[in-house]
T-cell receptor, first 114, second 112 residues
Framework: GESVGLHLPTLSVQEGDNSIINCAYSNSASDYFIWYKQESGKGPQFIIDIRSNMDKRQGQRVTVLLNKTVKHLSLQIAATQPGDSAVYFCAGDSFSGGYNKLIFGAGTRLAVHP | EAQVTQNPRYLITVTGKKLTVTCSQNMNHEYMSWYRQDPGLGLRQIYYSMNVEVTDKGDVPEGYKVSRKEKRNFPLILESPSPNQTSLYFC???????????FGSGTRLTVV
């Protein structure tokens, strides 16, 4: 069935390094993708999105790359800070079961060490 | 401030005692959805609504009900809660398809 998954459950980085979180999706019809950040005790928070007609989108210290050929997207965080420690989810929007739904991956925990 | 508000934040209840978790959004969003989050299982959709009086089942609807009588409100009802419904619940809303969801702060429910 459809899935949106992440390659690694936990990613540890040093403060100041760049972080890359990867995500694979199975539905080639997915046309919209989002990255969320979830801090402990809080709801998921929108970080950045990308539509399927784009390969790359940049925000403040974050970049999302979309490779439709291999059905893969990644979130790059530049100069990772302790405040970036959280669980990161990718989600893909696609038409499934008669309606458009957002499918979430299981999440990657990013741990930033001083 | 644009937000999704859900209440209560924490709830401990006993098996079989009906409960309602409220959800309200002030962004005039068409779409609203309920998710539950369990360790290792990520976010799973319970029910969603595309507009007033339009609701449908998500991936894990068993044991839950919803209603959408007004655009801003989307309560989640557990008629007879069971321990396997112990979870962290999130309400979310979005403007439409191909837009991101805005999530509430979550309701941690424990059913004993």
């Amino acid at each position: 069935g459809e899935s949106v998954g992440l390659h690694l459950p936990t990613l540890s980085v040093q403060e100041g390094d760049n972080s890359i979180i990867n995500c694979a999706y199975s539905n080639s019809a997915s046309d919209y993708f989002i990255w969320y950040k979830q801090e402990s005790g809080k709801g998921p928070q929108f970080i950045i999105d990308i539509r399927s007609n784009m390969d790359k989108r940049q925000g403040q210290r974050v970049t999302v790359l979309l490779n439709k050929t291999v059905k893969h997207l990644s979130l790059q965080i530049a100069a990772t800070q302790p405040g970036d420690s959280a669980v990161y989810f990718c989600a893909g929007d696609s038409f499934s079961g008669g309606y458009n739904k957002l499918i979430f991956g299981a999440g990657t925990r990013l741990a930033v060490h001083p | 401030e644009a937000q999704v508000t859900q209440n209560p934040r924490y709830l401990i209840t006993v098996t079989g005692k009906k409960l309602t978790v409220t959800c309200s959004q002030n962004m005039n969003h068409e779409y609203m959805s309920w998710y539950r989050q369990d360790p290792g299982l990520g976010l799973r959709q319970i029910y969603y609504s595309m507009n007033v009086e339009v609701t449908d089942k998500g991936d894990v609807p068993e044991g839950y009900k919803v209603s959408r009588k007004e655009k801003r409100n989307f309560p989640l009802i557990l008629e007879s809660p069971s321990p396997n419904q112990t979870s962290l619940y999130f309400c979310a809303s979005r403007q439409g398809i191909n837009y991101g969801y805005t999530f509430g702060s979550g309701t941690r429910l424990t059913v004993v």
